[in-house]
């Protein structure tokens, strides 16, 4: 509207990278990611393993592990940067206005402790309540993410139930004192394919519920196809593509994404195929080329390529839609 400012994104994150320590020096993992994510928003992040989509995520919560650490960015979260929050700070946001749900559930729900206390424990340290509000809460939570006869599971340990009801369980937790925003990283890989739609479906009735924004971090670009709003696309620790899910599906302009996804049409007389024909890996940390990270790997990289890194920019005519690609402007009309 006229004279009002643009919303701020509820999650701002510039320019971060993140280096390992090797014993040859500093290796690059993260290599000036930038992204937002709007209120309300649900971001799908993509990229093959190893492309930096935990670490990330990680390093926004101050969970890097041993020997990672971040060298440079900013991630401003409701107008605070979480990168330079003070650790007691940052534990009042982790868990508390920001949730989150990792990777593999049986790693991240302690297998000695009843489930429970376990959804009890955010709610006990980031909302004071008492033991029996908190399980109060506790199984209305677990009722939430339509665990069936709620109540009773909460005296359970995590093996008495199934990869898929762990997983819910998980998602209580993340949601357990109503953040703004809900991390979910790979939550679904580790179950089967129903599973996975039950649990995408379980999100979306939520976010309807709930108005959370979301980063969901995925291989499985079908599989969220339905939840996402928009898609951050990372190659090699770099930002490739950023675009509109319909938009990205649609008309992907950059060529790795293209490789991504199977069903794209062919451009003429290029090779335009699955990612399994491009063939080769992303290069290792600390062993990116000097240019495009993907030039290696890319059916259609020229010279200036291996000269030069492209920056991530807007589509001709501007737009929520960026790519890194020197020939993304042809490729985006010739796949149109
Ligand atoms: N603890 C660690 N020590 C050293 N290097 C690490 C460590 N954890 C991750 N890395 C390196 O950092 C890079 C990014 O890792 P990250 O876990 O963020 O990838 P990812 O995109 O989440 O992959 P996946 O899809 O397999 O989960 C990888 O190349 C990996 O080799
Ligand atoms: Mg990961």
């Known amino acids: 509207m006229a004279g009002e400012k643009p919303q701020e994104p509820l999650l701002n994150v510039r320019d971060l990278s993140i280096e390992v320590a090797t014993r040859n020096g500093p290796a690059r993992i993260v290599d000036g990611i930038s992204l937002t994510v709007d209120k309300g928003e649900t971001l799908g992040v993509v990229g ?122 998980m998602i209580a937790i993340g949601l357990a004192c109503d953040p703004a925003l809900l991390i979910a990283d790979e939550p679904t890989t580790a179950l089967d394919v129903t599973i996975q739609a039950q649990i995408v479906d379980i999100v979306k009735e939520l976010r309807a519920k709930l108005g959370m924004s979301i980063v969901w971090i995925t291989h499985d670009l079908a599989l969220i196809a339905g939840l996402v709003d928009r898609v951050v696309v990372l190659y090699a620790g770099t930002v490739v ?61 020229r010279a200036e390529c291996e000269r030069a890194a492209p920056a991530l920019e807007p589509l001709k005519g501007g737009g929520p839609h960026r790519v890194a690609c020197f020939a993304a402007g042809e490729i985006a009309e010739a796949v149109a």
């Open 48 to 169: 093959e393993s190893g492309c930096g989509k935990s670490l990330t995520m990680l390093s926004l919560l101050g969970l890097l592990p041993n020997k990672i650490s971040v060298i440079g960015g900013s991630a401003i979260f409701k107008g605070r940067d979480l990168l330079a929050m003070p650790h007691r700070e940052l534990r009042k946001v982790r868990g508390g206005e920001i949730g989150f749900v990792f990777q593999d559930p049986m790693t991240s729900l302690n297998p000695v402790v009843r489930i429970g206390q376990q959804v009890m424990e955010p709610l006990l340290y980031h909302r004071n309540m008492s033991r029996a509000e908190a399980r109060k809460r506790a199984g209305e939570l677990l009722k939430l993410v339509g665990i069936p006869g709620a109540e009773e599971r909460l005296d359970n340990y995590p093996h008495e139930l199934s990869g898929g009801m762990r997983q819910r369980v």
């Open 241 to 301: 593509e950023d675009a509109p899910v319909d938009v990205l599906y649609e008309n992907p302009a950059h060529p790795y994404t293209r490789g991504l996804l199977a069903s794209i049409p062919r451009l003429k007389d290029e090779g335009a195929e699955k990612l399994s024909s491009i063939g080769g890996t992303p290069p290792e940390p600390g062993r990116r080329p000097a240019g495009c990270a993907f030039a290696p790997r890319c059916p259609i990289a």
